[in-house]
């Protein structure tokens, strides 16, 4: 009877779950509205998709500008946490871009497969503002603020700069860019082929010259890497929140629309800014 039965309908298909990972990564905004890519939002759809029957490997579809250095930690973390006790290998697969924070969810796979004109690299930590003293000076407008500890008022954009201050952002900085190091040195080891002072620098290059830096295995599209390693019969399943009867993702009932519409329109003018530091 087995033999009737898979002679009539074949052998089942390998899967190969697609994990869209598309925009900035920051935290939650704290409610259910879109907040760009975090652990809190994407803890579903990363159980579902290593868990999916008959899975062989876990494909990451990257194409983010970077982000919370902490969500991104959390996000690849999660992903190697489910890989292990799944036994699944990942790849990730690179699109317009993988900087920043963005390449840090890129080495949560155990392979790195990018387009030959995708963005890749930007390991590095930058912090950016504007400094409005001066204006208010013109304006005379004074400036109030009372504190209770010195360092609270640090790098109040309405006084002028303290070189402690800064020194403090700095040191913050290395610190958060020597996590980001230990990481990528940890997932890509010997395949890495620059110098510490080029590779991390925080420039950032195309896919073609990250294959030769060792930051990605090789070049590739998800379709036809995929079934050169598991086959054409393979079924490429792309992961995706569920709607409810509103088009809204589970879970999202009761939220004012007009609130989630202003909330994406500015995550969206936010990532198009991130964007454009990389020409695109």
Not at 181 to 202: N, Q
Not at 250 to 255: D, N, R, T
Not at 263 to 279: H, I, S, V
Request: aromatic share 6%.
């Amino acid at each position: 009877m087995a033999n009737i039965f898979s002679s009539l309908f074949g052998p089942k298909r390998p899967v190969v779950p697609v994990i869209p990972l598309n925009g900035l990564i920051m935290a939650s905004s704290g409610g259910l509205r879109r907040s760009g890519l975090n652990l809190l939002g994407l803890s579903r759809l990363l159980d579902q998709a290593f868990t999916t029957k008959r899975a062989c490997a876990v494909a990451l579809l990257i194409n983010s500008p970077g982000g919370s250095p902490v969500q991104s930690a959390m996000i690849a973390n999660r992903i190697r946490e489910l890989a292990r006790k799944n036994d699944l290998p990942v790849l990730s697969f690179v699109e317009d871009v993988a900087a920043s924070g963005g390449y840090w969810l890129a080495c949560a796979g155990d392979k790195i497969i990018a387009n030959p004109a995708s963005i890749v690299g930007s390991i590095g930590v930058v912090s950016a503002g504007f400094g409005f003293d001066q204006a208010i000076a013109k304006l005379g407008i004074d400036r109030r603020v009372y504190t209770a500890g010195e360092s609270k008022g640090m790098l109040d954009p309405f006084l002028p700069e303290r070189a402690e201050d800064i020194s403090h952002l700095k040191a913050l900085q290395k610190e958060i860019h020597d996590q980001f190091i230990g990481m990528v040195k940890a997932r890509r080891g010997t395949r890495l082929k620059g110098s510490d002072a080029e590779l991390f620098s925080g420039a950032f290059w195309t896919g073609q010259k990250a294959l030769e830096l060792g930051l990605v295995d090789r070049i590739g599209d998800v379709r036809p890497v995929l079934q050169e390693q598991f086959g054409d019969k393979v079924h490429i399943r792309l992961m995706t929140f569920k709607k409810s009867l509103f088009g809204l993702k589970s879970g999202q009932m009761g939220i004012d629309q007009s609130d989630q519409m202003v909330d994406a329109a500015l995550l969206k003018l936010e990532e198009r800014l991130e964007r454009m530091r990389y020409g695109l």
